[in-house]
């Protein structure tokens, strides 16, 4: 089992930066892919960014080009590294990590969730 910790979020003004760090305890050696995901309430969670164990990445239209996802293995921690912050960026921050992917069923057999960092970013 692999549990998740994010830490790094807070209030921003716009146009600064954050760096949300996510550190993961446990079985870490099974993640495969880590995402970065957010959530405003009352609207469905949407993903931000990914990365993979081989070190391939994924951003989100919304956050590319000023947006950096990041693994440091040996520290066992996931960063998402965000520039020129909008207040659309507002949002609930939530880090996931994933394993046992299967093809033929477009989903992974295990998914564990961190409980999430707030960021809040003030025009």
């Known amino acids: 089992q692999v549990q998740l910790v994010e830490s790094g979020g807070g209030l921003v003004q716009a146009g600064g930066s954050l760096t949300l760090a996510c550190t993961a305890s446990?079985?870490?050696?099974?993640?495969?892919?880590m995402r970065w995901y957010r959530q405003v309430p009352g609207k469905q969670r949407e993903l931000v960014a990914e990365?993979?164990?081989?070190?391939?990445?994924y951003y989100d239209d919304s956050v590319k080009g000023r947006t950096t996802i990041s693994r440091d293995n040996a520290a066992n921690t996931l960063y998402l590294q965000m520039n020129s912050l909008k207040p659309e960026d507002t949002a609930v921050y939530y880090c996931?990590?994933?394993?046992?992917?299967?093809?033929?069923?477009?989903?992974?057999?295990?998914?564990?969730w961190g409980q999430g960092t707030q960021v809040t970013v003030s025009s």
């Open positions: 446990g079985m870490v050696f099974s993640i495969t892919t």
């Open positions: 990365i993979t164990d081989r070190g391939d990445t």
């Open positions: 996931a990590a994933y394993d046992g992917w299967v093809a033929t069923m477009n989903w992974y057999e295990y998914d564990y």
